[in-house]
T-cell receptor
C-alpha cells in the first residue's frame, strides 16, 4: 500500500451503532488530520495530531472520538451519531510543520440512518 | 471573521479555452495559501502552496498567483482531464488555522 489509505470506503450505520473509521499513512509523515466534507460546504477540519499528540479539536461533538496510537495510524470512533453527520470523512497527513502540503486518503462515505 | 471565497462555483469551458479561477480571502496573518484538485470519489490532491504576494507557481497547464487579497488559478488550453473540483485553502492567524473554500467545479468539454 502506498500513500494514505482509509477503511471502510463506505459505511451505513444507525443512530445507536458504534463504529470506527481507520486511516493509515505509508509516507513517514508526522501529522495526521480528520476532515468532514459535506455537500455544498467547505472542508471542515475536525482533529489534528502531530507526533501522536492531539493539537487541535475544532469544537467537534463528543460523539466523534479520535485516536492516534502512532504517527502512521489514525482512528475516528463514532457513537450515537445523527443523520446530519452523514458526509465524506477524509483523512490526511503531512510532513514537517502543520498544514504543509497534505496528502489525502480517498475518504469514507458515511450514511447515518 | 476569517473567510475564503471561491468563484465561480462552477465553470464549463470548451477544450482549449483558457480561463481563471478565483480565491479571495479575508484573514489576518496569512501563513500560506494552498490549491488542491479533487476528482469525484477521491480525496483532494495537492497542487500548489503560495506564501507571499507576488509569488507564482506553475505545473503543466496550471499557474497559481497570489496577491494580498486573492489568488488565481489560471488554466491554459485545458483538456477534458482537467475537469475536477479545485479547492483553495488558507492557513492563517496566531493559531495557524486552515480554512477551505467551497471549491470551483470545472468541466472541460471535448
Amino acid at each position: 500500500e502506498t500513500g494514505v489509505t482509509q477503511t471502510p470506503r463506505h459505511l451505513v450505520m444507525g443512530m445507536t451503532n458504534k463504529k470506527s473509521l481507520k486511516c493509515e499513512q505509508h509516507l513517514g509523515h508526522n501529522a495526521m488530520y480528520w476532515y468532514k466534507q459535506s455537500a455544498k460546504k467547505p472542508l471542515e477540519l475536525m482533529f489534528v495530531y502531530n507526533f501522536k499528540e492531539q493539537t487541535e479539536n475544532n469544537s467537534v461533538p463528543s460523539r466523534f472520538s479520535p485516536e492516534c496510537p502512532n504517527s502512521s495510524h489514525l482512528f475516528l470512533h463514532l457513537h450515537t451519531l445523527q443523520p446530519e453527520d452523514s458526509a465524506l470523512y477524509l483523512c490526511a497527513s503531512s510532513r514537517g510543520g502543520l498544514y504543509n502540503e497534505q496528502f489525502f486518503g480517498p475518504g469514507t462515505r458515511l450514511t447515518v440512518l | 471573521e476569517d473567510q475564503v471565497t471561491q468563484s465561480p462555483e462552477a465553470l464549463r469551458l470548451q477544450e482549449g479555452e483558457s480561463s481563471s479561477l478565483n480565491c479571495s480571502y479575508t484573514v489576518s496573518g496569512l501563513r500560506g495559501l494552498f490549491w488542491y484538485r479533487q476528482d469525484p470519489g477521491k480525496g483532494p490532491e495537492f497542487l500548489f502552496t503560495l506564501y507571499s504576494a507576488g509569488e507564482e507557481k506553475e505545473k503543466e497547464r496550471l499557474k497559481a498567483t497570489l496577491t494580498k487579497k486573492e489568488s488565481f488559478l489560471h488554466i491554459t488550453a485545458p483538456k477534458p482531464e482537467d475537469s475536477a473540483t479545485y479547492l483553495c485553502a488558507v492557513q492563517a492567524g496566531r493559531d495557524d488555522k486552515i480554512i477551505f473554500g467551497k471549491g470551483t467545479r470545472l468541466h472541460i468539454l471535448p
